[in-house]
C-alpha cells in the first residue's frame, strides 16, 4: 500500500553535512508517521528520529541536536537534515512508514509496516 523511495545519501568529511530524503506513495494513512533508522554490519537496526502528520517528533539521545526531521507540506516527504557528521554515524539509513503515531511505540520498528531500500552515509575521519 506504501512505497518508500530513498535519497541523499553520500560521503563526507567528519563536521559536514549531509539531507536525505524520502518520497512516499500510496494511502497517506500508511505512513502517517514517518521515520528513520540506521544500521551498521553485524548490529541491530537502531531508531534516529521519526514524525507524526501532526509535525510531533522524536530523536534518539545520539543524534539530537545534530540532526533535525522535517516533512513538506503535502506531509509525504519526509527529510533528515545531517549536521556535524561523526564517524560513528556511519551507517545505512532506512526510511520506514507507518499507520499510527504513539510516543512509545514510536521508536520501534514493530510501528513500521513500510522500509524503503536504504541509503549508505559514510562520515570519514
Known amino acids: 500500500q506504501v512505497k518508500l523511495v530513498e535519497s541523499g545519501g553520500g560521503l563526507v568529511q567528519a563536521g559536514g553535512s549531509l539531507r536525505l530524503s524520502c518520497v512516499a506513495s500510496?494511502?497517506?494513512?500508511?505512513?502517517?508517521?514517518m521515520g528513520w533508522f540506521r544500521q551498521t554490519p553485524g548490529k541491530e537496526r537502531e531508531f534516529v528520529a521519526t514524525?507524526?502528520?501532526?509535525?510531533?517528533?522524536i530523536y534518539a539521545d545520539s543524534v539530537k541536536g545534530r540532526f533535525t526531521i522535517s516533512r513538506d507540506g503535502t506531509k509525504n516527504t519526509v527529510y533528515l537534515q545531517m549536521n556535524s557528521l561523526k564517524p560513528e554515524d556511519t551507517a545505512v539509513y532506512y526510511c520506514?512508514?507507518?499507520?499510527?503515531?504513539?510516543?512509545?511505540?514510536?521508536?520501534?520498528?514493530?510501528?513500521?509496516?513500510?522500509w524503503g531500500q536504504g541509503t549508505q552515509v559514510t562520515v570519514s575521519s
Open positions: 520506514a512508514a507507518g499507520p499510527g503515531w504513539n510516543s512509545e511505540l514510536a521508536q520501534t520498528l514493530a510501528a513500521y509496516a513500510s
Open positions: 500510496g494511502r497517506p494513512a500508511s505512513y502517517y508517521s
Open positions: 514524525i507524526s502528520w501532526a509535525g510531533n517528533t
